[in-house]
């Protein structure tokens, strides 16, 4: 916003803020170059607030290592449960397979229709003892999953409530 000035009734010219400060300063006869001279107590508080903040940060850096530390092994246990869990899945995939060509093999040789109800009878027993069969040992498994893994934060937690 321009102004005018009251002697000359004209706007003056933009100064530089350079211009400025050092126009304010020679005016105000103030230097602002002076030290600024905290008291003792003042400098003795710094310091140590400085040496408690750098103690925090390095018990959180050792914090956050040992969490990185406990997410790798959680992980790590995870990943070989998972590749356990696949492989008793493809196991269990290939049996069922098997016993779905099984079965249409002996609905092919079947000779009357009470052969095909006895067929699909006897091959839904099976089934059924099969399903309850895989799913125990899923469960036990993904139970032994999720037992190791809580170890591994459990342990990681006594460790750190040691420290």
Known sequence: MRYMTASTGRTPAPKSSVAASGAATETSGRQFDMPI????????????????????????????????????????????SIANYRALLMKVAHRNVISAF?????????KSVPDVIECTRTHARVQLDA??????????????????????????IATAGEA
């Open 102 to 110: 099984d079965f249409a093999q002996n609905l092919a040789t079947a």
């Open 131 to 156: 399903l309850a069969l895989q799913t125990n040992e899923l469960t036990e498994l993904a139970c032994s999953v999720a037992t190791k893994m809580a170890e591994t934060i459990k342990t990681s």
């Open 37 to 80: 001279e905290f008291p003792a107590n003042m400098r003795e508080l710094a310091r140590e607030a400085v040496a408690q903040t750098r103690e925090n940060y390095q018990q959180i850096e050792i914090a956050a290592n040992e969490l990185v530390s406990t997410l790798v092994s959680t992980q790590s246990t995870a990943a070989r």
